[in-house]
Each structure stands twice: as structure tokens, then as C-alpha cells.
């Protein structure tokens, strides 16, 4: 019998939860557990989800055979659960910062190594259907040479005690650019950032990564946008991808396809939309589900089966995700939070 656990239950902890009942129920494994050191909240879920429960990570490991387990806690929590979860035997999926600097990220990849267990990190959108749908047609030459991406990663809320934008919001938009170029790493990140109310903690940034791409003789530059100061807009999550021949956006909201403008050779004409947009056309995606259902089931068949092919999210995803948000803060002037990077 396969058995997952989340360890975790808060904002995003519970979204694992409930994604993973839903696969059970499917049928993809047998047991699902729920480890809270906070007993009534993990007790209140395990009801809620037909869950068994646990209320520490030594208890999970004695009391239940865990082929897999999610990790969805504080940053600071992240290396010594994944690394005490994978020397015990068990898979484990932690959630983005994978940990609290490098130096930790890249033993817990040694440790996965050692240990034969598999390390995967929580970059959900790697696993969004459009994300996949905009990366295929990339490679195969339909927007022809990628000129800008523009990214907004935009919501109105309080600001974090613990880190800003940059760590909450831009890991995903660098990894998301890094991604669609065929995981090709910047070779500049630079950047402003404005200071919320609690000193050390931005609330808004604005960065522009710089690519190359040698193979291709392709220069492309990704501006991203984060807020959480949108009073205008509210929340938003979208992304223009600019190429030469032709135009994607993406509302990540959407998981059923996207909007592909045509303007071949950067054409001007009436008929690619003159002085306005150029005419767009809808992309269908059939099945697309939620990047989050994506990433989770691919992680319990994995487990499920044994297979060992590299993940979109693995370990050496997550380090440099980390590697970049380091480069962020440094270049915007907030790297005092470097060694207080929280999750989500």
C-alpha cells in the first residue's frame, strides 16, 4: 500500500491536502496522512479529507511506512525535514524556498543522491498546461527569436514579516523565464525595490533579467513586475512573451489554453493590427488542470512507479531558483533577508 503524507497544514499546506485526497480518491494510491504539530488543526483537517493523522515528523516516520511526503512548512523547517524524511526512505516534494540559503539547498541534494530517494522542489507553474503549451511552441520556432518577456505578479496585501516580494512572488517569474528559454540562466538580474512599512521587507519590485542564448544568437530581456501594493488592478497574474513572428499571453488563472498573436516579421500592417494589438487567436489546451494537480500527481506516480527521468522540478531546479532570488535581493539591496527566506 502506497501511503503520502503532507507535512503542514496552513495557506498553502491545505491546498496540498485537498489536491491530494482528490488523487486518492482517483485511485493513484491508497493512504493519505496528515502531520500537524498543531493536533487540533491536523486533527479538524484529517476528519475534513478521510485523513490518518500525525502530530511530528519522528511519529510519521515510526508510526507509518511514507513512500512520499510533502513538505508545505516555514523555509527555515525545510532541511531538516526533507533530509531526516529522505535518510528514513521516503520521496519528498518542499515547497519553494527549498531551503533557507545554497549552501543548504545543495546537501540536501547530495542527500537524495546518497540516500537513492528523489528531491523534488514546489515550482508549481513548471507544471502549468499554458507554461508547458508557450515552451513547446517556443522550441518549435512559431514565435521565432524571443525579443522580452513581461511578467505581473501583482496582489493588495499586508506585507510579510519575514521576506518580500522578490522571495514570495519573482522566485516564480525567474524560474518561469529560465524555463521558457529552454532553462537557460540569466547572466544579468538587476532591479529596484521599494521598502514596505517593515523596515528590511520590500513590497514592490521591478526587475529585469538579461539572457543570451548563444546557440540561437538570440538576446532576450524579461521585465517582472511585482506588488503587493496593486490598488489599481488588484490581483493579477499574467505574462507576455514577444517574439519576433508572433505573441503569447498567459492568464495563469486559466488553465484551458491561450491567446497567440501573429505579426510575422514584426509586420505593421492593417491586417497584423496596425497602431493597435495584433489580432489574436485562441490556443485550446484539452485536460488542462491545474498546475498544482499537475506537479502532485506526477510526483505520486512517480513515487508509485520508481521513475527516476529527471522531473521539471527537481533539486537542481530549486537551487537555482534560490541562486537567483539571492541575486535579486543583492542587486536590489535587501540581501539582510537572505538568511530569512520564508515560504510563500
Known amino acids: 500500500m502506497t501511503s503520502i503524507a503532507v507535512i503542514g497544514t496552513g495557506y498553502w499546506g491545505i491546498n496540498h491536502v485537498r489536491t491530494l485526497a482528490a488523487l486518492r480518491d482517483e485511485g493513484i494510491f491508497e493512504e493519505l496522512i ?8 491536523a486533527s479538524e483537517v484529517g476528519k475534513e479529507f478521510d485523513c490518518r493523522t500525525a502530530f511530528d515528523v519522528d511519529l510519521l516516520i515510526s508510526k507509518f511506512d511514507v513512500s512520499g511526503v510533502t513538505i508545505a512548512t516555514n523555509t527555515a523547517s525545510h532541511f531538516e525535514l526533507s533530509t531526516k ?21 545543495k546537501k540536501m541534494i547530495e542527500i537524495s543522491k546518497d540516500t537513492g530517494m528523489q528531491l523534488f522542489v514546489g515550482h508549481v507553474f ?42 514570495s512572488l519573482g522566485i516564480h517569474d525567474m524560474d518561469i523565464c529560465s524555463d521558457l528559454l529552454g532553462d537557460l540562466e540569466p547572466f544579468s538580474i538587476s532591479g ?26 538570440t538576446d532576450t530581456s524579461a521585465i517582472i513586475n511585482l506588488s503587493w501594493k496593486s490598488r489599481i488592478r488588484g490581483k493579477v497574474r499574467d505574462l507576455r512573451i514577444i517574439g519576433r513572428d508572433a505573441s503569447i499571453f498567459i492568464d495563469y488563472l486559466d488553465h484551458g489554453g491561450l491567446w497567440l498573436h501573429r505579426h510575422p516579421n514584426d509586420s505593421f500592417g492593417p491586417q497584423y493590427g496596425g497602431f493597435d494589438a495584433a489580432p489574436r487567436e485562441r490556443v485550446e489546451i484539452p485536460l488542462g488542470e491545474p498546475a498544482l494537480t499537475a506537479e502532485l500527481r506526477d510526483f505520486v506516480i512517480r513515487v508509485v512507479k520508481g521513475k527516476n527521468s529527471p ?32 515560504v510563500r
Open 34 to 41: 496528515v502531520c500537524d504539530q498543531d493536533k487540533k488543526r
Open 85 to 105: 524524511l529522505m535518510q528514513n526512505g521516503s520521496h519528498v516534494l518542499v515547497e519553494k524556498p527549498m531551503a533557507t540559503n545554497a549552501i543548504e539547498a
Open 126 to 167: 513548471r507544471h502549468h498546461p499554458a507554461v508547458r503549451k508557450a515552451a513547446e511552441m517556443i522550441s518549435m520556432n512559431i514565435l521565432g527569436p524571443i525579443e522580452f518577456i513581461e511578467s505581473d505578479r501583482l496582489s493588495c496585501r499586508e506585507p510579510r514579516s519575514d521576506n518580500g516580494v522578490i522571495s
Open 192 to 217: 529596484f525595490a521599494k521598502e514596505s512599512k517593515i523596515p528590511g521587507i520590500e513590497d514592490k519590485a521591478l526587475l529585469t533579467l538579461q539572457f543570451s542564448d548563444k546557440n540561437s544568437q
Open 311 to 342: 522531473p521539471r522540478n527537481s533539486g537542481n531546479v530549486g537551487l537555482k531558483g534560490m541562486v537567483r532570488v539571492e541575486e535579486a535581493l543583492r542587486a536590489t539591496g535587501f540581501e539582510a533577508q537572505l538568511d530569512n527566506v520564508s
